[in-house]
């Protein structure tokens, strides 16, 4: 396993069997923020030191958020150059973990790390938006290579969570979650990757009271938008066809050419009604979820409202419609 690292000098402690069981050292983060610097150097290739050292840090600091947010960066950087997938897997499992911690753990009162840089000076480190982006451009890209390749890791395997990954005060990183999701998904019901995106979001939805309301709303997006495509057609004239058709002419969003017979219409809209109706089935209790309100509605929930009644009304046409 090769890693583009720079030398990490400083680490002056052994990492054994037993290390999960030390107390967590009072310069952790600077032990660890000292290796992402070395990296960013650029000079040291072996990344078995690296992801040593974040798995200790996982481990043995469970309660330094900032800790487990440089631990979440470190593996992201050993991630993306392990091409075993067992060992692939494991790093995936272990960055999620990092990045759950620090997600439950966060609490802006307890101000930044001051830490210290190679050059002398001395930075206030946070790293929330370092973790959050090791989730959305490392862990999860690289966790559904792994599930296509069929070795699922932890987080789309499909089972609920003992405890919700994600903080119950916050629901920032969990809405950067389901926006990827929604963006890389959305008009692919038919492939593998919308499968994925469907286990994740029902792991999550059974695995967190606290943002179920939110989860909700993300499964009836999933489904529900599917459903907006693929019934909705477009029936249009323009003079530019007037030798086809009279002009008239049909639109699917799905569909690159245009459609000019009635009969050809028909049998595309008769396939994609079939592939409508499963996803309405599925997007209804969510949505009939979401219309049990709360007592006190929040800015939020007027927005994800307005959106779930206009899926609403194409979920009912559809399981409506012979």
Known sequence: MRLALAAFSLLAFSITAHAEAEPC???????????????GRGAQSDAAPVAALAEWAVATCQARTHVQALAAT????????????????????????????NDSSWNPRIGPAVLKKSDGSSIDYFGYSQATGVLIDRVLPYGVALAEAGMPPRLLSGEPYSGCPYAAHSASRLADEARLWDKNVFMKSDQPLFVLAETRLQMLQASCPSHRRDLNFYLARLYGQEVEVLT????HYSEDFQMRNGGWYWRHEMLRDLIFEEDE???????????ARPLAEKAKPYLDALYKLPETLA???HEQLEQANRWKKTVDASLAAD
């Open 25 to 39: 050292p009072e310069d952790a983060e600077q032990r660890l923020y000292e290796m992402v610097e070395s990296i």
């Open 74 to 101: 470190l593996l992201g950087a050993v991630i993306q150059a392990t091409p075993d997938r067992q060992k692939l897997a494991h790093y995936v499992d272990l960055a999620e973990r990092a990045i759950s911690l």
């Open 232 to 235: 909705g057609w477009g029936h």
């Open 265 to 275: 219409m028909l049998a595309r809209k008769a396939e994609f009604d079939a592939r």
């Open 299 to 301: 800015a939020k929930d």
